[in-house]
Nanobody
């Protein structure tokens, strides 16, 4: 199993920046893809950014050029995935979820609220 713990959400003004962190522990050596999803009120959960074990990165069109995903592995049992968000817009307001995929299994974090408002 994999445990995911997110942090870094909050309230920010339009044009501001935030960094989200997701600490993954457990069977991290089996993780194929890690990513960030978001869900705004009344909308479906959507992919924001994802990074594969091989380093391939995928971004939603709405965040390209503004968001950056990266990972740092400290040892064989822990890794952290970051989402650096710049030039934030009100439409980026949502609960952001960390995600890890191992084969057919998907793991989710508890979510962290990001609110972009003046």
């Amino acid at each position: 199993q994999v445990q995911l713990v997110e942090s870094g959400g909050g309230l920010v003004q339009p044009g501001g920046s935030l960094r989200l962190s997701c600490a993954a522990s457990g069977r991290i050596f089996s993780i194929n893809v890690m990513g960030w999803y978001r869900q705004a009120p009344g909308k479906e959960r959507e992919l924001v950014a994802a990074i594969s074990r091989g380093g391939s990165i995928n971004y939603a069109d709405s965040v390209k050029g503004r968001f950056t995903i990266s990972t740092i592995s400290r040892d064989n049992t822990k890794t952290t995935v970051y989402l650096i968000m710049n030039s934030l817009k009100p439409e980026d307001t949502a609960v952001y979820y960390c995600n890890a995929e191992i084969g057919i299994y998907t793991y989710w974090g508890q979510g962290t609220q990001v609110t972009v408002s003046s």
